[in-house]
Structure formats: structure tokens, C-alpha cells
């Protein structure tokens, strides 16, 4: 493919029909797999086996790196930094500089890799940091900043460092 800087390009990937919409400051290498209308920010870097679904948008200098799933109409907001092992369901929402961690006892060249779940609706706030191993459950919503240390039941409101559970999440 060829780039100009500063420019967006249409380019045909695995497993869509080429409408995967990729700034050309954005860095693809590895197994990438995008769905139908995936746009990928400026600075962004994905690197690894990794599958995004259709509609999902990741924004600028995030971090995909190893084997990564993300569904469907997902949105990573800026410097989110997504490392191997996550799988992020459907309608999941990533705030700005998410940091997820997969190594509890780094650096342990996978002894203790444990990686963290997002499922279908969860929220996730900016600034937020996931620890190893950890699930956020169904349409489970994280507070901007929370430090989450153990999973989050489905449908419900977490904040704090740690999070602690704090009610039901709600959506405006
Ligand atoms: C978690 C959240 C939904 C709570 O909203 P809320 O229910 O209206 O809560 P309130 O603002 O009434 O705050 C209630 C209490 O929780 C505290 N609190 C609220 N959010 C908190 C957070 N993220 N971390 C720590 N404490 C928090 C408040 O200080 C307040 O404490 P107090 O009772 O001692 O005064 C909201 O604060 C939040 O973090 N939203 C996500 C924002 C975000 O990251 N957006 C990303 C895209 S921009």
C-alpha cells in the first residue's frame, strides 16, 4: 500500500471488503484483521495477531500489541494501551489512556501472563488501569482513574483505587 502523510486510506484487509478506513500514520504488522468499516486513528500501532470487528473505531496512539481480540462497535478512545491475551467483547467502550496489564509478576515471558476480559457493553472510564486477570463483566461500568484489582459483576458501577463496587451502572 502506498502513503501519504497525513492522509486516510481505504485498503482492502483480511475479512472485509475494504471499507476498513486506516490513517496512514497508524502502524498494521502482523496478522491484522479488520471488520467492515474499522477506522484506525493517527499514531496508532497494532502489532500482533490481532481481530477487530465491524465498526469498531481505535483512537489515536493506542497500543494493540500480541494476540488481541476486539469485537464490534467498539470504541478505544486515545492512548489506550491493549496488551496480549485481552479480549474485548461488542459495544465496549474504552476511554482515553486505559492502561490494561496482562504480566502479574513482570517480566515473566508469559509464566504469569493473565489476561483481562471485557465483555459485551462494559464501560470503561479514562485513566483507568485493569490488573491481570481481571473480567469486567456485561455492561459493567469502570470510574474514570479506578485502579481495578478483582472482576466486575455484570450491569454494575465500580470506581476507586481499588474499585469497589458502588451501585449499578447507568448510561446517559
Ligand atoms: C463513576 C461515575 C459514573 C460516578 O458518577 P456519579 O454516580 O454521578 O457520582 P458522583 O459524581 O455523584 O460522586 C459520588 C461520590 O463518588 C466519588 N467518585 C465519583 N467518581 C469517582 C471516580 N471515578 N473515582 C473515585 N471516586 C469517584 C465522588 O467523589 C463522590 O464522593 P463523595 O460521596 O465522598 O462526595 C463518574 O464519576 C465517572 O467516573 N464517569 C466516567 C468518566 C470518564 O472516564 N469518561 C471517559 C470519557 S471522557
Known amino acids: 500500500m502506498e502513503y501519504t502523510s497525513g492522509h486516510w486510506s481505504l485498503d482492502i484487509y483480511p475479512g472485509n471488503d475494504g471499507t476498513a478506513l486506516v490513517h496512514n500514520t497508524a502502524i498494521l504488522v502482523g496478522d491484522i484483521t479488520l471488520g ?78 493473565m489476561p483481562v476480559i471485557i465483555k459485551d457493553g462494559a464501560t470503561v472510564g479514562g485513566g483507568v488501569t485493569i490488573l491481570p486477570g481481571v473480567t469486567v463483566y456485561e455492561n459493567a461500568s469502570i470510574g474514570g482513574g479506578s485502579v481495578v484489582t478483582k472482576s466486575i459483576p455484570q450491569g454494575s458501577l465500580a470506581y476507586g483505587n481499588p474499585a469497589q463496587i458502588k451501585g449499578m451502572a447507568e448510561r446517559a
Not at 73 to 98: H, W, Y
Open 36 to 113: 467492515k468499516n474499522v477506522t484506525i486513528h493517527p499514531y496508532a500501532q497494532l502489532v500482533g495477531v490481532i481481530t477487530i470487528g465491524d465498526n469498531t473505531v481505535i483512537g489515536s496512539h493506542c497500543n494493540i500489541l500480541g494476540d488481541v481480540i476486539i469485537g464490534a462497535n467498539v470504541k478505544t478512545q486515545s492512548n489506550a494501551f491493549i496488551p496480549g491475551g485481552t479480549i474485548i467483547g461488542d459495544n465496549v467502550f474504552i476511554g482515553p489512556s486505559v492502561t490494561i496489564l496482562n504480566d502479574k509478576f513482570p517480566p515473566s515471558e508469559g509464566k504469569s501472563w
